[in-house]
C-alpha cells in the first residue's frame, strides 16, 4: 500500500468517524418527515412562489395579483426582496407550483444548515456536545412543523452561518477577495430577508469601534488603513448586489425597508418593547415545550434552564469577550424587539439565532461549579442530550400520524373548488376581499384585497370603494365552507 493510498484511507476513516458524517446521517430523515403537498393559510409562501414563478416566466416580481391596502401595511409588502425566490426559481422551473418539491428542497437546505451548526459549535465544545446541540434544534417538534412551511428563515439562518463562519472564526490572513465575496453574500442575505441589514450595520459598528482604538492609541495608522479597506470593501459589494438584485433587475416595488420603517409606531415604541420582549422570552421557553403529558415534569425544567442559561450566557459573554457573533445577536434582538408585528410569528423570527442562543446557554452551564472526570462528562452530556430528545417523543409520533392529512389550506378540497370556482365564473379583472389575498392571486390569478379587522363598518365600505372591491370571499373555519359575496355587478 503507497503511502498516499494509506493517507487517503486514513481521510476517509476520519470523515465516517467525524460529526459532519453523523451530522448527515442522522439529518436524513429530515427528507422524509412532514413533506406534505400541501400548505397552510399562511399567505407568505404565496408570494414567495409567485415571485420564483415571475422569475420562470420574465414577468415583474410585482405582478402578483396583491393590491396593497395602505391601511393593512402590516399583511406584507407588493413583494419580498429577490433572494429567496431567486433560490426557489430553479425548483419552480422543473416541478411547477407543486408544494412537496419545496418542501424538499427546505428540508435538504435544513440539512445543510445543521453541518454548519455543527461547525459553528465545534469553534466552542467537543463534537459529542455539538452534535447533541444540533440535533436538539433540528429535530425540536417546532422545527420538524415549520420546515413543511415555504418560507425564507432557513434560507436566511444558512447564509447568515457561512458568514459568521467564515468571516469572524476564520483567522487566517485574508486576501481582499476574501472580502469581496463576504460582502456579496451579505447582500444576498439582505436579499432573502431585510432583516440581513443588521449584518452591515455589525460590519459598521466594527469599523467604528477601529476609530475609537486609534483615537484611544491601541492601534496604528496602517492597522487603521487596512480595516477601513476591509470593511468597505464588504460593506459597497453587499449595497451594490442588494440594488443590483432588487433595483435594477427585478424592480422590486417599494423597497422592503421602506415598507417596513412606515409600519413602525414610534408614539408606542416603549409598550411594543415591553410587549415583545415578554412575548419572545416565552416563545423561547416553548420552544422546549413537547406534548408529552407523561413527562410535563421535564419540559418545566427544560424552559426555565434554557432561558436562564441563555440569559446568563449572554450577558456573561458580552461582558467579557464581546464579539462580531455577540454584535450580530444584540442588533438582530433590537430589530425584532421593535418590530411591531402583530400576527405573533412564534418561533420563526429567533430561528436565525437558535444556535447562538443555545451556545450562551452551554457557556453558562459549564460555570457551573460541578466536578465531573472526562470519562463522566461524556456521559453526562449523552444523558442530557438524550433526556431532551426523549421529550420530543410524544410530539414527533403525532408529526407522524397527520404526515399523510391534507393541509387547511389552499389544497384542500373545498379551497380547490372555492378557487375553481372563481376562475371560472369570476371576471379576471374583479378585485376580492379575501384575508389570503396571496394565496387568492397565485390559485385564481385573480386580484386579491384584504381590510384591517376590526374597523367601524363605515371605513371598511369606504375601503371597499375607493379600491373597487366587487366580491368577498369569506372562509368559515373549521367547516370548510367557502362563500363569495357579490357586493356589485
Not at 65 to 76: F, P, S, T
Amino acid at each position: 500500500m503507497t503511502p498516499s493510498f494509506s493517507l487517503l484511507i486514513k481521510k476517509i476513516k476520519k470523515f465516517f468517524c467525524s460529526g459532519y458524517f453523523i451530522i448527515t446521517l442522522l439529518s436524513i430523515p429530515l427528507l422524509f418527515i412532514n413533506i406534505k403537498n400541501s400548505h397552510d393559510w399562511g399567505d407568505d409562501f404565496a408570494s414567495y412562489i409567485h415571485q420564483a414563478k415571475n422569475i420562470c416566466e420574465g414577468i415583474p416580481q410585482s405582478s402578483t395579483y396583491y393590491v396593497l391596502n395602505k391601511d393593512n401595511l402590516m399583511l406584507g409588502p407588493p413583494a419580498y426582496p429577490v433572494g429567496f425566490p431567486l433560490m426557489l426559481s430553479p425548483v419552480y422551473y422543473f416541478y411547477g407550483n407543486n408544494i412537496k418539491a419545496f418542501s424538499l428542497f427546505i428540508s435538504a437546505l435544513l440539512i445543510m444548515t445543521a453541518l454548519l451548526m455543527y461547525k459553528f459549535f465545534k469553534y466552542h465544545f467537543r463534537p459529542l456536545t455539538s452534535v447533541f446541540l444540533v440535533l436538539i434544534i433540528i429535530y425540536n417538534p417546532w422545527v420538524l412543523n415549520f420546515k413543511m412551511e415555504i418560507m425564507s428563515e432557513i434560507p436566511f439562518t444558512f447564509f447568515l452561518l457561512i458568514i459568521l463562519i467564515f468571516y469572524h472564526f476564520n483567522k487566517k490572513e485574508k486576501s481582499y477577495l476574501f472580502y469581496l465575496i463576504i460582502g456579496l453574500l451579505g447582500g444576498l442575505l439582505i436579499s432573502i430577508r431585510s432583516v440581513g441589514i443588521v449584518f452591515l450595520f455589525a460590519v459598521i459598528t466594527e469599523l467604528a469601534f477601529s476609530f475609537y482604538h486609534y483615537f484611544r492609541k491601541k492601534i496604528s495608522l496602517v492597522l487603521l488603513k487596512k480595516t477601513i479597506i476591509q470593511k468597505l470593501i464588504i460593506i459597497f459589494p453587499a449595497i451594490f448586489l442588494y440594488f443590483l438584485l432588487n433595483v435594477v433587475i427585478f424592480k422590486i416595488p417599494s423597497s422592503g425597508f421602506l415598507h417596513y420603517i412606515s409600519i413602525l409606531d414610534f408614539d408606542a415604541i416603549s409598550q411594543l418593547i415591553r410587549d415583545n420582549l415578554a412575548y419572545n422570552f416565552q416563545v423561547f421557553r416553548n420552544f422546549f415545550d413537547t406534548e408529552n403529558k407523561e413527562w410535563q415534569f421535564l419540559p418545566l425544567y427544560t424552559q426555565s434552564a434554557m432561558l436562564t442559561f441563555a440569559v446568563i450566557g449572554f450577558i456573561k459573554k458580552i461582558f467579557n469577550k464581546f464579539d462580531f457573533v455577540d454584535l450580530i445577536v444584540l442588533l438582530y434582538c433590537i430589530t425584532i424587539i421593535i418590530y411591531p408585528y402583530h400576527a405573533r410569528a412564534g418561533f420563526r423570527f429567533l430561528i436565525p439565532i437558535a444556535p447562538i442562543l443555545l451556545y450562551y446557554a452551554v457557556i453558562a452551564v459549564k460555570d457551573v461549579n460541578i466536578s465531573f472526570t472526562l470519562f463522566k462528562r461524556k456521559y453526562v452530556i449523552i444523558a442530557v442530550g438524550l433526556l431532551i430528545l426523549a421529550q420530543y417523543k410524544v410530539s414527533v409520533e403525532k408529526i407522524f400520524r397527520e404526515q399523510k392529512l391534507v393541509n387547511w389550506g389552499p389544497q384542500d378540497d373545498s379551497a380547490v373548488e372555492a378557487f375553481n370556482y372563481i376562475k371560472t365564473n369570476i371576471p379576471e379583472n374583479a378585485l376580492i376581499e379575501f384575508e389570503k389575498p396571496r394565496a387568492l392571486g397565485l390559485y385564481t390569478g385573480r386580484n386579491g384585497f384584504h381590510i384591517r379587522i376590526n374597523q367601524p363598518i363605515n371605513v371598511i365600505r369606504k375601503n371597499f370603494d375607493n379600491a373597487g372591491v366587487s366580491y368577498i370571499l369569506h372562509c368559515y373555519e373549521p367547516i370548510d365552507f367557502f362563500q363569495t359575496i357579490i357586493l356589485k355587478e
